[in-house]
């Protein structure tokens, strides 16, 4: 197997030894440089081509957000981000940057294995399969979003389940920013580490036209409202006397993940069966891909986002392969195909 070579860049002189040398332990990964800031890195990327980046957003002379607008036109590498508990991180994601993880605090040094096997070097592996591309070109037509047929008590009885993983905090994004506020009641799980989904959610709230929330233990499904899962539990939809809501539970990692979109997925497949429609969205691995099929066994509407514009065509390839997707559709499209979808239901 093909080594992975990682470039380290962090204006920290211990996080550049720790992380570097951690790295350099594991089989078919080796750090060919570091660098300090930008500058240095982009010396470092023409010199020695990695595979993949690991890049630090707080830095001097330049933030990693900024860097990453200028380079990546010219020089698309992967890059995973570390990030302290901080928004900003969204902003990284926008600008080409294709996961993150949460920066471990200098305390977590003896548990720097752990945070190595866990969280980074997945990423690392997950990353260095994606071709970076290009933001999706701006002539392409854009949909126009019809409104709901469907009011008052129907809308009540309709859910809309998103599911997705890697290259999902962008994806859903695009999906959410152009709902209208009639959109049904909406449950997301978006894997991500805790802390971070409560800021998504925070900011699907100020820059979409719905209300989004992180979700919280007995929340109401209700038209116009988006829940996110968060990031460390378990997120169900149950339904009681006729009205939707989310159960979220601590609960053990299924299909690998805690918040788990099999787990959402199956529970609207038994509560809400042929009154929801599916989405699974770009993402590595096979989570979803199960939960969906039920739904879909249950009557729901499922779509699939295609290959072209994923990150990662994982998630949705699973899903399709075994039957569980009944559209599949680019990702600029997919909002157009939801209120559709809605719209023709009974």
């Avoid at 940057?97 to 990423?123: C, H, M, R, T, Y």
């Avoid at 939960?291 to 899903?319: F, H, N, W």
Wanted: aromatic fraction near 6%.
């Amino acid at each position: 197997m093909k080594e992975i070579k990682v470039l380290v860049v962090d204006d920290s002189i211990l996080y550049r030894q720790m992380i570097s040398k951690g790295l350099d332990s594991y089989p078919g990964i080796h750090v060919v440089a570091t660098a300090a800031d930008p500058f240095q890195a982009r010396d470092m990327i023409l010199r020695f081509e990695p595979d993949v980046m690991t890049l630090d957003i707080e830095m001097p002379r330049m933030n990693g957000i900024d860097f990453l607008r200028k380079l990546m036109p010219q020089y698309p590498v992967p890059t995973v981000m570390l990030s302290s508990l901080n928004d900003a991180v969204f902003d990284a994601m926008n600008a080409g940057a294709v996961d993150f993880v949460s920066k471990p605090s200098d305390e977590q040094g003896e548990n720097l294995n752990q945070w190595l096997q866990e969280e980074l070097i997945p990423k690392i592996h997950i990353a260095a399969k994606v071709q970076v591309r290009q933001a999706r070109n701006s002539t392409e037509k854009e949909p126009v979003i019809p409104k709901m047929n469907a009011r008052g008590r129907t809308l009540l009885n309709k859910v809309l389940a998103i599911g997705a993983s890697t290259g999902g905090t962008e994806a859903i994004f695009d999906v959410v920013k152009r709902f209208h506020p009639d959109i049904p009641g909406t449950v997301i799980v978006q894997h991500m580490p805790p802390g971070f989904t409560k800021m998504y959610a925070d900011r699907l709230n100020n820059q979409c036209n719905i209300v989004a929330k992180e979700a919280q233990d007995g929340d109401l499904v209700e038209p116009g409202k988006v829940l996110v899962a968060p990031g460390d539990r378990q997120m169900r939809l149950v339904r009681q006397g006729g009205i939707y809501r989310v159960e979220v539970k601590k609960g053990e990692k299924v299909s690998g993940h805690c918040p788990s979109v099999d787990v959402l997925f199956q529970s609207v497949a038994q509560a809400a069966a042929s009154d929801s429609v599916g989405v699974i969205l770009t993402g590595m691995g096979a989570d979803g891909a199960k939960g969906l099929l039920a739904m879909r066994k249950a009557g729901a509407k499922t779509i699939g986002q295609d290959e072209k514009s994923c990150v990662v065509y994982g998630m949705p390839k699973v899903a399709y392969d075994i039957g569980a997707v009944e559209h599949q559709v680019p990702l600029h499209q997919i909002s157009e195909k939801i209120y559709y979808t809605f719209n023709t239901m009974p």
